[in-house]
């Protein structure tokens, strides 16, 4: 496995790659990867001849009261897990290469009906640093696709847009949440969580199928539905819910009682650590 500093070392082995009629999967990650990580470059593997994993910790994404500084930097150990999937390269740009005239610079924004509400409205910004890092290792990667989890929900929608909006070359895959057994949705954050957290943790989880069940049984009394979904998280020891909402999978905006197909995301945490989670339903 290569491991890339340098953007044009990199381009010229993309390219190498492509001449010999090679497809280029590629699957961005902040690091600290974890198996929901590696499940993204095995789904690659089966649909391209080469994955390339990017590591980098991204300042534009965090907002001034968030975990940039104290977010775990683990190559080595990330390193160690790619191997074991058999990726072919790391691509590690630095904050510098990624930023080379700081923050305050050209940036990529998804219209604020997509990027303001949910995590938007909680983490300003947060989507603007997303969609312009993704955008630029696109630019940087060059890949044929590139595969992000369904755990991200509203980014995975985000980046959608950003693709299609932008006419961006590259074809987006989704992958489905890989989660613990006991049903919590995996998560580099989760190493935050005590014992006594932990074992709450999957709470979160069972409180979405509770409604996807009420849901899929016909209970349209979204409002019910939260309210209770929200009592119950905290009745098990979560220390706030940011929300808890059934949305329309598309515009993320609320659903309306004649439609289908729902999405239901929402945002737990203890302290500063926030455990997100969804369940699509369609
Ligand atoms: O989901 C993540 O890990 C990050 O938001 C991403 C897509 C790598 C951009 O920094």
């Not at 909680?122 to 312009?132: A, L, N, Q």
């Not at 992958?175 to 709450?200: F, H, M, T, W």
Request: glycine share 6%; net charge negative; aromatic share 8%.
């Amino acid at each position: 496995m290569r491991i890339f500093e340098s953007i044009p070392d990199l381009r010229e082995q993309v390219l190498n790659w492509r001449m010999q009629g090679l497809k280029v999967g590629f699957v961005p990650t902040m690091g600290n990867l974890h198996a929901g990580h590696l499940s993204l470059v095995s789904l690659l593997q089966t649909q391209c001849d080469k994955v390339i994993v990017s590591i980098f910790v991204n300042p534009m994404q965090f907002g001034p009261n968030e975990d940039y500084e104290r977010y775990p930097r683990t190559f080595q150990a990330d390193q160690q897990q790619l191997n074991t999937v058999n990726a072919d390269a790391i691509f590690v740009p630095t904050v510098e290469q990624m930023y080379p005239h700081g923050l305050l610079q050209t940036v990529i924004s998804v219209p604020y009906s997509l990027t303001g509400l949910l995590e938007g409205a909680i983490r300003p910004g947060h989507f603007d640093g997303v969609s312009t890092v993704v955008a630029k290792l696109f630019n940087m990667v060059q890949p044929d696709l590139a595969a992000f989890g369904q755990k991200d929900y509203q980014q995975l929608r985000v980046i959608q847009t950003m693709v299609d909006e932008l006419t961006i070359p590259v074809t987006l895959v989704a992958a489905p949440i890989s989660r613990a057994e006991d049903g919590l949705a995996l998560s580099s954050r989760n190493k935050y969580l005590s014992v006594e957290q932990r074992a709450i943790a999957p709470k979160l989880n069972t409180v979405l199928l509770d409604i996807a069940q009420a849901l899929k049984s016909g209970n349209r009394d979204f409002k019910a539905l939260t309210k209770v979904g929200i009592e119950s998280l905290l009745l098990e020891g979560f220390d706030a819910v940011d929300y808890l909402q059934i949305c329309d999978p598309l515009t993320l905006l609320n659903s309306t009682p004649n439609q289908s197909k729902f999405v239901i995301l929402a945002v737990a945490s203890f302290g500063n650590t926030r455990l997100l989670d969804n369940v699509l339903l369609s």
